[in-house]
Structure formats: C-alpha cells, structure tokens
C-alpha cells in the first residue's frame, strides 16, 4: 500500500514561484495515475493538476493552465507541482492522490483515486 507525504508548502507573495513535492513510500508510483487537488476554506476540493498512469501525458484544471507543472522524478517516487506566478486565489491546502486503472476521463475525479496524502499548506499574500 502506498502511503504519500506532502511538502514544500508556505507564505509566498503574488507573482512567487514555488514548488510542492510528494513522496510516495511502501512501493514506488509505478504504473498509477498521480495528480494534485486543492482545497480552500469553504470551497469543494478542485483538480489542479494530473499525470497519466502510463507516464508522459499531463493534464491541468483551467484556472492553473500555463501557470503550474506537474512532473515526477524518474524513480517514480515523487511528483512534483512547479507553481509559478502565484495568485492569491492559490490559497489552499494542496493533496496529492494516487490512483491504479485511472482512465483519462477520470483523471480530474477525485473519486478515481485510492490514496491521498495529509496535504501541504500554500499561503499565497502581499
């Protein structure tokens, strides 16, 4: 069973860049679909971003698009969410999920994912 942690979150100012990590233990992330949801105070949990289970396609909600990557290293035990030009509006807890047999037409499903990591907070303020 995999089990995922979260870091890399903080207090940034408008227009920062910054860049969240998960790391995966109890296997490797090897043949499933990863992606990151968001979540803000009194907001439903938002897709941002997702990385097929084959590897190589990426896929990302509309208010991130151009803005943040998501990528994994080539171990395959840690993706990545490069955020760039931060908005205040990216305030939120930040959860990576993982997921086995996720289709593409899933991939900004929450429900598709069985494992999910604690969260990491990103503050984004002037």
């Known amino acids: 069973q995999v089990q995922l942690v979260e870091s890399g979150g903080g207090l940034v100012r408008p227009g920062d860049s910054l860049r969240v990590s998960c790391v995966a233990s109890?296997?490797?992330?090897?043949?499933?679909?990863t992606a990151w949801f968001r979540q803000a105070p009194g907001k439903e949990r938002e897709f941002v971003a997702g990385?097929?289970?084959?590897?190589?396609?990426?896929y990302y909600g509309d208010s991130v698009k151009g803005r943040f990557t998501i990528s994994r290293d080539s171990g395959k035990t840690t993706v990545f969410l490069q955020m760039n030009n931060l908005k205040p509006e990216d305030t939120a807890v930040y959860l990576c999920?993982?997921?086995?047999?996720?289709?593409?037409?899933?991939?900004?499903?929450?429900?598709?994912?069985?494992?999910w990591g604690q969260g990491t907070h990103v503050t984004v303020s002037s």
């Open positions: 109890g296997g490797t992330l090897s043949g499933y679909a």
């Open positions: 999920a993982a997921g086995r047999g996720v289709i593409t037409s899933s991939i900004g499903s929450q429900t598709a994912y069985n494992y």
């Open positions: 990385y097929s289970r084959t590897g190589g396609y990426t």
